[in-house]
């Protein structure tokens, strides 16, 4: 079962210059040929009632999630704020950390990995390779396998680049497709077509105040992320 929070019961972190939301796996981050509402209006509505604001209140995206997973998005309440966070994810000042949970235990259980992606447009899909071919990108990631149940296993994941679909292709090729992820070769759907992929905690420096933000995002309600919430909390 999917969580259908509120986003008020969502808001991770709020001011004047950042908000950071606890996306559903079912929303997107910002509008797509679908029509249908992205998070980032959500937020500006919010914002807008909140604070009374005439007309539509400033949001801008500083990073997206595909629709499938969960977790912390962050949005720039300013343009000078988006600047500045936006020059912080490309020199990788963001400390970004997913989990995922895989049916097949990874061939190490801790591991740097470093691809070569490719995005095929048409196919909405990246495929990654040991080494660097034309138009190809760098991915980077670090991963641990940090608790197991009998038949899954949950990876913690450190992003180290942004590119299309990274963790989903990278994982997937090293043998570990994240579960639910059609896409990348998981045999089977979830209900509601979410994939086990979420975004649990970033870290990032105050666009004006330059102190550490740091925000930790729960997992949707569901029977096996509520398992390995505890396993971890148990540790």
């Not at 400033?58 to 000078?80: Q, Y």
């Not at 045999?187 to 077509?193: A, D, I, L, Q």
């Amino acid at each position: 079962m999917i969580n259908t929070s509120p986003l008020t019961d969502r808001i991770l972190y709020e001011d004047n210059h950042l908000i950071i939301i606890n996306k559903l796996p079912s929303e997107i981050v910002q509008g797509d040929k679908t029509g249908d509402t992205p998070l980032s209006e959500k937020v500006a509505a919010y914002i807008a009632e909140k604070y009374n604001k005439p007309g539509k209140a400033f949001i801008g995206v500083v990073h997206r999630l595909d629709r499938p997973v969960s977790g912390a998005v962050v949005f720039a309440r300013t343009s000078k704020g988006l600047t500045r966070l936006n020059e912080q994810l490309r020199d990788r000042q963001f400390d970004k950390t997913y989990w995922a949970v895989v049916k097949n235990k990874p061939p190490k259980e801790e591991d740097h990995l470093i691809s070569w992606m490719i995005r095929n447009e048409k196919q909405n899909k990246s495929y990654c390779y040991d080494y660097e071919k034309n138009n190809s990108l760098k991915a980077e990631l670090a991963y641990k396998l940090i608790a197991s149940s009998d038949r899954f296993h949950l990876i913690e994941v450190k992003l180290f680049t942004g590119r299309h679909h990274q963790i989903r292709a990278q994982l997937a090729s090293i043998g570990c497709p994240i579960k639910g992820d059609l896409k990348y070769g998981f045999p089977r759907s979830n209900e509601g077509g979410f994939i086990h992929l979420h975004a649990r905690s970033v870290t990032l420096i105050h666009p004006t105040l330059k102190t550490p933000v740091s925000v930790i995002a729960k997992p949707p309600a569901d029977s096996l992320w509520d398992f390995f919430i505890s396993a971890v909390d148990n540790r």
